[in-house]
């Protein structure tokens, strides 16, 4: 077979897309859903972490993911690349954060390059649900709880024991 | 979907859920009688409480400290939660009464005093563990009841003290045969038992009640019957008990607030420990369970249920006590 490989002509994200896209109600149609989502991947590669809507936060990560991973497979030589980032980046600065901070940032990860949380909505107010869309590496505090540090919590306390108990018989097998 | 039709289905859910629970309760008139008397001491504890007082609870923690006015031998610390937020009562397991004393979330506040909500992830969560741990050999009775089949005819004996650091949760039965050698498949029933328990989110409510009814209600249970006179007289004449769904068990407590604070969880083993009478013999079952939103890899939660099959050294339950004062269950 001299056909192409497909799975390898675009990148593949490490993150679960819908199969089927999100409208994004709006007056303008298809061209204003995604200005509305330049806009969002612009803002979350300018500020690395926002929150907004959960569908609109989900609907842009694909694009975003799918920029960062062209940028690192192609480089700032690339011409369909720099089209895209010119695309999707409102603000042109942002085209040297990308190539020059993120590509590097973002070159050895296996994992995916954005992260989403859900996030509580306000009561009383809209019925949306909220999400936390940021990117890996950024230089925020975390907004989980780092649940290692704490050796009193169950699981530590667990997993002290247990090694305590295996140093335990390494030694009794020492000593006979 | 239609919001309708969701709300339908679910609506569906619980109502199938609830005919589920009722046969259950038919089937078995032990099970029955218990639980009606449960319900009756219940409820002439709380008309007994008659004119009721206001208490002045003052809350310590977050997002605020505030001073809550509260029914007397009415309002739980679950009660204070609600009148927090939401995430409040979700989240707190167990309350802590003037700095030191841990206090069931849906048990009544006696007298004014400050209130503590904790949960499992405070920088001192010594007492919700154990707590936890406690709750842990509770749920194991429950799941036990619902997985056998009568013709087991499986007694619940006991569950010692809980010992987090001995790294299984345990609940000592007595069952109709010898040896029992339970496969791999069985215990993993036990262990989704467990589970569905936690996923049906039900409440552990607490009541002391006098020797008398607790005998009553224990009354077809023989092991339980010979304990409850040495609690009861370490305890003033009172006996306190838990229930969860339609089980029932002696316990001293406290435990955690619901059934849904169970996250990843394990029966692992069960160890004959010695014959009773002709045909039975008392089993130790043995299992280790994390609260939920702990997550740890499965190698290393894989090393925790290795550690969780070896047989726990907690006091026996057909050994004689040299102490009275050992006998006091957990």
């Known amino acids: 077979m001299n056909q192409a490989d497909v799975t390898k002509l675009i990148s593949q994200l490490r993150i679960a897309v819908r199969p089927n896209q999100r409208n994004l109600k709006n007056p303008d149609g298809p061209e204003g859903r995604l200005l509305k989502l330049r806009k969002t991947v612009t803002a979350l590669m300018k500020h690395e972490r926002i929150e907004l809507y959960y569908n609109r936060a989900d609907e842009a990560r694909g694009y975003a993911e799918l920029l960062i991973s062209n940028a690192i497979r192609h480089g700032d030589r690339h011409k369909a690349t720099m089209e895209l980032a010119d695309y999707w980046l409102l603000e042109k600065q942002l085209v040297h954060k990308l190539f020059k901070v993120l590509v590097p940032r973002y070159e050895n990860y296996n994992v995916s390059y954005t992260r989403m949380y859900k996030a509580p909505r306000d009561y009383p107010g809209m019925y949306y649900r909220q999400s936390v869309l940021e990117l890996r590496g950024n230089p925020y505090p975390s907004l989980l709880m780092d649940q290692s540090q704490n050796r009193n919590l169950l699981h530590n306390v667990l997993l002290d024991e247990a090694r305590k108990e295996f140093r335990r018989k390494k030694l009794a097998d020492l000593v006979n | ?330």
Not at chain 2, 34 to 53: P, S
Not at chain 2, 287 to 313: D, I, M, T, W
Request: include cysteine; proline fraction near 5%.
């Open chain 2, 1 to 330: 979907m239609s919001r309708a039709t969701k709300l339908h289905k679910t609506s569906w859910c619980a109502l199938r859920q609830f005919q589920q629970y009722r046969t259950k309760a038919n089937f078995s008139p032990s099970i029955a009688s218990r639980n009606e008397l449960f319900a009756q001491e219940q409820l002439r504890q709380r008309d007994a409480v008659g004119r009721i007082d206001k208490i002045e609870v003052r809350y310590l923690g977050l997002p605020e400290d505030v001073t809550l006015v509260m029914n007397n031998h009415i309002s739980t610390p679950f009660n204070c939660a609600q009148h927090l937020s939401e995430g409040h009562c979700r989240r707190s397991a167990l309350a802590l009464i003037d700095g030191s004393f841990p206090w069931d979330m849906h048990r009544p506040l006696q007298e004014s005093c400050t209130l503590q909500l904790l949960n499992f992830n405070v920088s001192e969560p010594h007492v919700v563990n154990k707590a936890f741990w406690r709750t842990c050999s509770f749920m194991l009775g429950a799941a036990l009841t619902r997985a056998f089949k009568t013709e087991a005819n499986l007694q619940l004996h006991s569950f010692p003290g809980p010992n987090i650091k001995s790294g299984s949760f345990i609940h000592d039965i007595v069952l109709e045969t010898q040896n029992w050698q339970p496969s791999k498949s069985e215990m993993r029933a036990i262990s989704a038992e467990m589970i569905r328990l936690a996923a049906q989110d039900l409440r552990i409510e607490r009541l002391d009640v006098q020797l008398e009814i607790a005998q009553e209600i224990f009354k077809d249970s023989k092991y339980k019957s010979e304990q409850l006179p040495s609690i009861a007289q370490q305890n003033n004449g009172r006996v306190s008990l838990y229930r969860l769904g339609d089980h029932i068990d002696i316990s001293r407590g406290p435990m955690v607030a619901s059934t849904h604070f169970l996250g990843k969880c394990t029966v692992s083993a069960a160890h004959k420990l010695a014959d009773e009478g002709s045909a039975g013999a008392f089993y130790r079952i043995q299992g280790v369970a994390l609260p939920c939103g702990f997550k740890l890899s499965h190698v290393a939660y894989g090393l925790l249920e290795e550690r969780s099959q070896k047989l726990n050294p907690a006091r026996l339950p057909h050994e004689p006590f040299e102490e009275q004062q050992q006998f006091q269950l957990s």
